[in-house]
């Protein structure tokens, strides 16, 4: 038995039939990208108001990067193994609904926190949620679109975490901004809290709604499960030793690329605010508007390219052009914090955002392509929980880390991101570039 053949991907007839036609699956793809988005609004909500909250609580930088990371990170990777496996076994749609309703109420009782310790349980809560996510979506995605017509639903759901942190910047300051001038104080319950707070329970009480609306889809019928195989979480690892070279390679980059992006993205608006003394409402709109048209541009205009490249018969298109754009992000990203005056900080964070997307699409599009779909659930589940523990829980505080205690002073995240990111993306381009050679011998071989 070859280790490496998706088992659903035997050819376009098969596939014709497999599939569902028509706009049911891109109505799908719609709501699972706009989930995806809402679950980056809710964990990223604090980066717009990062020193309002460290005043209300009197807590530091190395602690905000606490409830940004391990807060979030903490439970989210105790049950995302777990929240795979039902994704491979039982209903995916009440799977869904249920967490993206509770991660809602995790996000509302965050902006009720009157003390660092609920808002550190809080994090934790939301993690348990959003552990469901992305098991779900990409089993669902898989079996909503061939292998042939993958590429560009892919460059449309990986869009949500770079839209979904530009719009955490927007909706945050916009909110701020509004409860701090008066405008929520008439507002039952809401208008007695602090603007942060108002801030954080206005997507909450968004995503409760969105939630309930998943039952107006219908679940996708399963594709390739009926192979005999088991779905065990240890005929999945097996699956994964068939294959170690590919998956160590595509997890190795992919965790550096998050834990480098993740580090400046999440200390962007406060080094900028310190950098050249801009409050929060002015910085959060400004920087999320740039980074939401951008990111969105950018990305989708990856996925557009990479098909095409490939449709043109070159087969390491995806991870050329993600090669490429990763190495010229790092200009702009150290230009960010070097450059004077703040036109030109917009300047270079409008091109950061332009080169940033093509990772996660060729991280999950080289997934999908040699994992089959008994096993998706819990392969999607190990590589977010290496992504988001190590990516996003150590790429907030390594940068907090050498800001705080290393570098010290209010500039010092500014010069940790200066440092720290070339080095890290450095190594996630040379793991990319052994990862094209391995995924070129590994089509080679199973054709």
Known sequence: MMHGVATGDDGPAKDAAAYPRGRRPWLLLSYLTLLFVLSFVDRNMMRSMVDPIRASLGISDVQISLLEGAAFATLYSIMIIPMGFAADRFNRRTLLGTAVIGWSGMTMLAGFASSYRMLFVSRMGLGVGEAALQPCAMSMIRDSFPPQRRAWPLAIYTTAPLVGSALALVIGGALYGFAKSGGA???????????????????????????????????????????????????????????????????????????????????????????????????????????????????????????????????????????????????????????????????????????????????????????????????????????????????????????????????????????????????????????????????????
Not at 260 to 277: F, K, V
């Open 185 to 447: 104080s008439s507002i039952p319950i809401l208008g007695g809290i602090e603007p942060w707070q108002f801030a954080m329970v206005v997507p909450g009480l968004f995503g409760l709604c969105l939630g309930l609306t998943i039952f107006l889809f219908r679940e996708p019928r399963r594709v390739d499960v009926d192979t005999g195989e088991s779905a065990g979480l240890k005929d999945s690892l097996r699956h994964m030793r068939g294959n170690t070279g590919l998956y160590v390679l595509v997890f190795g980059a992919a965790v550096l690329w998050s834990l480098a992006n993740t580090g400046w993205s999440a200390w962007l608006a406060p080094a900028i605010e310190r950098q050249h003394h801009l409050p929060p409402e002015v910085v959060g709109p400004t920087a999320g508007t740039i980074a939401l048209i951008c990111s969105a541009i950018g990305s989708l205009g990856a996925g557009f390219l990479i098909d095409r490249r490939s449709l043109a018969g070159d087969r390491d298109a995806i991870l050329k052009i993600s090669i490429w754009l990763q190495a010229l992000q790092i200009v702009p990203v150290i230009g960010m914090f070097t450059v004077q005056g703040t036109t030109g900080v917009w300047v270079c964070l409008a091109l950061s955002n332009l080169l940033i997307g093509s990772m996660p699409i060729a991280a999950f599009a080289i997934i999908t392509e040699i994992t089959p779909g008994h096993h998706i659930g819990k392969i999607v589940a190990l590589f977010n929980l290496a992504q988001n523990f190590l990516g996003q829980t150590i790429g907030s505080a390594v940068f907090a880390f050498v800001g705080e205690e290393v570098i010290g002073g209010p500039l010092g995240i500014a010069w940790a991101i200066i440092l720290c990111y070339p080095l890290i993306m450095a190594v996630s381009l040379v793991l990319s570039v052994m990862l094209m050679r391995a995924r070129r011998r590994f089509l080679a071989r199973n054709g």
